[in-house]
């Protein structure tokens, strides 16, 4: 092993290469959080037309999609590493240009360079994780990416409530909301120049006595046995002697493109950012409540949405991911259910606490399957060769169907009188399919290796 190698994994704790490593989801639940308190005040200060300001909403939503769909290709070529270097620096000149914007033309090119790094590191940090993970404790380290993502949302609301009427220095409050993303964008920077490559990747590209110091560094606590982990890598990079590309893809992991895509699009369809981005505008709306109250309904739904999500990150490998999955799917339908008989039967007055209530089961039924698992997911379901594209995809269409919920979620709310209960029925019937989808076609992963489930794949795809 090279000196040089191993020196740059030396002096790394693990827990500092996962936490680093997952910072990305950090700066996705910020980015996508924030907008919700800095868009109003953007809008008056640029003068902005309504279709401008949800614009500048949906446009990071239309740079992750892109962002994501690119950066498996370029993952699986060039590296996790460098790819997660690429990201930071987006995140860097995107939170710069939005906090220093100078109307509506740099604001929207602003937040569609963020959409690409978001995009970009969703589409990285889950694969990224699971193949730094030791297979026992796969579904904690992976669901880091998740955990940052909910704590960076709660940072969003905290910032929007923090800076808001507060010109420090001269600068307007909202410079301040997106420009304090430059925090957790240069801890990426410098993570990402710090962080060891994927000894899957490196495997992979034929890089052994890299992989090999990377493997001991990373299993240096563990009793996985480091030499051990690299033959069976190497024997499953043998298998894949074909380059990635989408042709291979399809070729040796469609039902893994099926799962990835349907989890998903499931995991929006069931409507958790509705509930994310625009849960005070339902109650100022729907029950008549006063601005400044709303803005704490932000802060609870963050809180209880982090805490869960540390829960869910503890326990994730002490039961199956499908069953967690069922378990969320049924929490979930119930509570939706409930919420709209009481937002077709009962007063404003009477409905606003129970709904309240039944807001943070579905919520802590979400945090504590669907949020973390579909994420871990598309890191483990996919071959070698072809993860970074194939994680790549899973993720594009996570923010297909966000933007399908962000963009139609208002209209619906409008065309039902403000009742959350006509949207909310839609996206229980979308949990309800959900449990359909666990049973019949997601397979379980816990407990084994990447290496083994690649095995079982091929398998059932007939492709050696
Ligand atoms: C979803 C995001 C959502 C977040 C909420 C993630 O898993 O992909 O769209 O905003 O969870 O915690």
């Known amino acids: 092993m090279t000196n040089n190698a191993k020196h740059q994994v030396h002096h790394l704790s693990t827990a500092f290469i996962f936490i680093f490593g997952a910072l990305g989801g950090l700066l996705f639940g910020f980015d996508t959080g924030i907008i919700s308190g800095a868009s109003p005040l953007i809008e008056s200060t640029f003068h902005l037309s309504i279709a401008q300001t949800s614009f500048v909403t949906s446009s990071v939503l239309i740079g992750s999609s892109i962002g994501a769909l690119s950066i498996g290709t370029l993952s699986d070529k060039y590296g996790r590493r460098k790819m997660l270097l690429i990201s930071a620096l987006l995140f860097i000149a995107g939170s710069l240009l939005s906090a220093f914007a100078t109307g509506f033309v740099s604001m929207a090119i602003a937040r569609i360079i963020l959409g690409l790094a978001v995009g970009g590191a969703s589409g990285l940090t889950p694969s990224y994780l699971a193949e730094l993970a030791t297979t026992e404790h796969r579904g904690s380290i992976s669901g880091m990416f998740q955990l940052m993502t909910t704590a960076g949302i709660l940072l969003a609301y905290v910032s929007n409530i923090g800076f808001l009427h507060h010109n420090l220095l001269g600068w307007a409050d909202w410079r301040w909301m997106l420009g304090s993303a430059l925090i ?163 007063s404003i007055k009477d409905a606003a606490v129970p709904t309240m209530l039944f807001i943070a089961l579905y919520i802590f039924g979400f945090a504590i399957s669907w949020g973390p698992i579909a994420w871990i997911l598309i890191g483990e379901i996919f071959p070698l060769n072809v993860r970074g594209i194939g994680n790549s995809i899973g993720s594009a269409a996570n923010w297909i169907g966000n933007f399908l919920v962000t963009q ?23 949990a309800i399919l959900s449990i359909f989808f666990v049973i019949f076609c997601v397979p379980e992963t816990r407990g084994k290796s990447l290496e083994q489930i690649e095995l079982e794949l091929r398998k059932k795809t007939k492709v050696k």
């Open 184 to 346: 957790p964008a240069i801890l990426l920077l410098f993570g990402s120049l710090l962080l060891p490559e994927s000894p899957r990747y490196l495997v992979q590209n034929g890089n052994i006595t890299k992989a090999r110091a990377v493997l001991h560094v990373l299993r240096a606590k563990t009793n996985v046995d480091p030499d051990q982990e690299l033959t069976n890598i190497e024997k499953i990079a043998a298998q894949d002697k074909n380059q990635g590309g989408i042709r291979e893809l399809f070729k040796v992991a469609k039902p893994s493109v099926f799962v990835a895509v349907g989890i998903m699009l499931l995991q929006q369809l069931v409507g958790i950012n509705s509930v994310i981005y625009y849960l005070p505008q339902v109650f100022i709306k729907g029950f008549n409540f006063p601005d400044n109250k709303a803005i704490w309904i932000s802060v609870g739904i963050g809180v209880v949405n982090f805490l869960t999500t540390i829960l869910a990150t503890i326990i994730m490998d002490k039961f199956n991911r499908k069953t967690f999955l069922l378990f969320g799917s049924v929490v979930m339908a119930l509570s939706l259910i409930i919420i709209s008989i009481m937002s077709f039967t009962m």
């Open 408 to 430: 139609f979620f208002l209209s619906l709310l409008n065309l039902c009188h403000d009742k959350i209960g006509g949207p909310f029925l839609v996206f229980a019937a979308f």
